[in-house]
């Protein structure tokens, strides 16, 4: 397959398009992983790892086991969701949930359709994964107590900003997929 020029500046702007969330992606994982790292040690040797709504723990890993699990947690979920957004090219119609699906997954629509779905799954992949570490620095210091306790209201102002994050990301993405008349 031969491309002419305009599918050529097509290509590469939708390329250029994958710039920033690539890069605000690759920062906040250098970031979690590295306070990961960093903060490894100030755990328990046995963390507390779940709290009932109180803040009480009810569920514990050792150290490494936790932070294993955290390493690995952060890769699969936001990778889950960036792939899911990136199969929407192979797809059967059916399977995809985005407004006006068929209109935007038209065989003249499906590449570009295809690169903005990938472009805002990198997006939430960042809201994810900085929710990611803010829950991490909620464990550290619920295991700085004794006994260990997760404060509720630092814990309701995450989960506060994590849904304001969703729910940017979610605008966003109907305002791109919106009814074409």
């Known amino acids: 397959m031969r491309l002419h020029g305009a599918d050529v500046h097509a290509k590469l702007a939708g390329m ?11 920062l906040l994982y250098a970031l979690f992983y590295l306070y990961l790292a960093q903060t490894a040690q100030q ?16 569920g514990w890993m050792s150290q490494a086991g ?14 889950l969701i960036v792939m899911s957004c990136a199969l929407v090219r192979v797809l059967p119609v059916r399977l995809v949930n985005i407004p006006n699906r068929e209109y935007w997954l038209a065989p003249e629509r499906l590449e570009q359709t295809g690169r903005d779905m990938f ?3 990198l997006w939430l992949a960042c809201v994810i994964v900085a ?13 700085r107590h004794v006994p260990p306790h997760l404060s509720t209201p630092a814990m309701l102002g995450l989960l506060v900003w994590f849904a304001v994050g969703m729910g940017l990301w979610f605008v966003a993405l109907r305002r791109r997929f919106r009814k074409v008349v």
Do not use: S
Request: hydrophobic share 45%; net charge positive; proline share 7%.
């Open 16 to 26: 250029k398009n994958l710039r920033a969330p690539w890069i605000v992606l690759g």
């Open 43 to 58: 755990l328990p040797v046995q963390v507390a790892t779940h709290f009932d709504g109180h803040g009480q723990p009810n």
């Open 66 to 79: 936790y932070v294993m699990f955290t390493g690995v947690f952060a890769v699969c979920v936001p990778g």
């Open 119 to 121: 472009r805002y799954g």
């Open 131 to 143: 929710f990611l570490g803010g829950v991490h620095g909620l464990i550290i210091e619920a295991n």
